[in-house]
């Protein structure tokens, strides 16, 4: 499978962004989906992830203002980004693993950069 995000970009504190990332060449409903985000000088961390059921799981940190969803007809997932902090800012990363290979580390996207300006 192949990722493609896109939706990044420089918002202010307070504001809104959605992420998407564009899943091709696999079976979609196989992969659970998620986004991590990396910001300089930090470790890669969770952002959300779901399964193909819905399920959801949370960083901490973004709890009660993020969002993700997936659109099987499309391929895709989204990542719905209100009430954005200068500490949201990083390179977003989308994420693919197979539940068919539990022990795999997935596939990873190219990454978009979102700027929150207080």
């Known amino acids: 499978v192949q990722l493609a995000e896109s939706g990044g970009g420089l918002v202010q504190a307070g504001e809104s962004l959605r992420l998407s990332c564009a899943a091709s060449?696999?079976?979609?409903?196989?992969?659970?989906m998620g986004w991590y985000r990396q910001a300089p000088g930090k470790q890669r961390e969770l952002v959300a992830t779901i399964t193909d059921g819905g399920g959801e799981v949370y960083g901490e940190s973004v709890k009660g203002r993020f969002t993700i969803s997936r659109e099987h007809i499309k391929h895709t997932v989204y990542l719905q980004m209100n009430s954005l902090k200068p500490e949201d800012t990083a390179v977003y990363y989308c994420h693919a693993r197979d539940i068919r290979s539990p022990g795999a580390p997935g596939i990873w996207g190219q990454g978009t950069l979102v700027t929150v300006s207080s």
């Open positions: 060449g696999g079976i979609f409903a196989f992969y659970v």
